[in-house]
């Protein structure tokens, strides 16, 4: 079996989070300007994690997870939104906890996933704004 690129492993990963809405669009380095959208993009990072003096290495991969989403001053718009990235971060965290992971396929095997950020405003504008949050996969490779 040959790996799976990583990217599209991650994808496939998140579209299984049963937070995103049903009829979303869950994209790859792409994030439109209509809600609700979701991304996931790629983040510049050293792959090599952890080497040993043996050679062997621990690699890693980092990601963002975006949406586009409604935004306005309504508080409550503005508290939902924040509230679906804890529960994908509990989501998460939760599946690390029971070794559920991306499958990378072929020679690699995920370690954990781990959430760097919680999810947060970028940017904004009168009637959207992208929120984020920012993970790392932890993976070896035989």
Known sequence: MSNKPIIESIR???SASPDLS?????????????????????????PVYKEYVDGEKVKQFQFIFAS??????????????????ENFEEWIEQNNDNGVFPDLGGNRMPVSLEVL????VLSADEETARYQIQLR??????
């Open 22 to 46: 049903e009829d979303c669009c869950l994209l790859i380095d792409y994030l439109g300007d209509k809600p609700v959208e979701y991304t996931v993009e790629a983040v510049p990072c050293n």
């Open 117 to 120: 950020t919680r999810g947060y």
């Open 137 to 142: 996969l932890i993976y070896e490779e035989e």
């Open 68 to 85: 586009r989403e409604y935004f306005e001053a309504d508080v409550n718009t503005c508290i939902e939104n924040l509230h679906f990235y």
């Open 12 to 14: 496939d990963y998140i």
